[in-house]
């Protein structure tokens, strides 16, 4: 049976490459691109390949991508009351990450801003008490 199908399915393409139906110029000669798919489990990855050329994040992706941008955002914030509401907008989305998975994701280096910026929030604080 497999056999069978072997040879149809090779009958096919040969007949396809003679009528010029698998002709594509347009990637001849081009390397191929591969992927680093280490980070997705290996059952998932066709389904991650088909949503990714769909255009269509799976929701991991998507709340990644959200941590990236907010962790540019408190880079660039100088704010320390902005910057404490992103962190707590941040500590959310790694939260939500996390508890999606079965194994959580390492990310103590955004936890390293926080403690920062309520030292120096708790210090202004402090400093505004003391000139009352």
Same mark, same amino acid.
């Given at each position: 049976?497999?056999?069978?199908?072997?040879?149809?399915?090779?009958?096919?393409?040969?007949?396809?490459?003679?009528?010029?139906?698998?002709?594509?110029?347009?990637?001849?000669?081009?390397?191929?691109?591969?992927?680093?798919?280490?980070?997705?489990?290996?059952?998932?990855?066709?389904?991650?390949?088909?949503?990714?050329?769909?255009?269509?994040?799976?929701?991991?992706?998507?709340?990644?991508?959200?941590?990236?941008?907010?962790?540019?955002?408190?880079?660039?914030?100088?704010?320390?009351?902005?910057?404490?509401?992103?962190?707590?907008?941040?500590?959310?989305? /790694?939260?939500?990450?996390?508890?999606?998975?079965?194994?959580?994701?390492?990310?103590?280096?955004?936890?390293?801003?926080?403690?920062?910026? /309520?030292?120096?929030?708790?210090?202004?604080?402090?400093?505004?008490?003391?000139?009352?």
């Amino acid at each position: 049976m497999i056999d069978a199908l072997r040879l149809i399915a090779e009958r096919k393409i040969t007949e396809a490459i003679e009528n010029g139906e698998l002709a594509c110029e347009g990637w001849k000669g081009r390397p191929l691109i591969f992927e680093d798919e280490s980070g997705v489990p290996p059952d998932l990855r066709m389904a991650y390949k088909i949503l990714k050329n769909a255009d269509f994040l799976p929701p991991e992706l998507e709340i990644k991508k959200e941590i990236a941008q907010l962790e540019d955002l408190i880079a660039r914030t100088e704010d320390e009351h902005g910057k404490l509401r992103q962190l707590k907008k941040l500590n959310l989305l /790694v939260f939500k990450l996390n508890t999606m998975r079965s194994r959580p994701i390492q990310f103590e280096e955004q936890e390293r801003y926080f403690p920062k910026i /309520v030292e120096k929030i708790s210090i202004l604080k402090g400093r505004k008490e003391e000139k009352k």
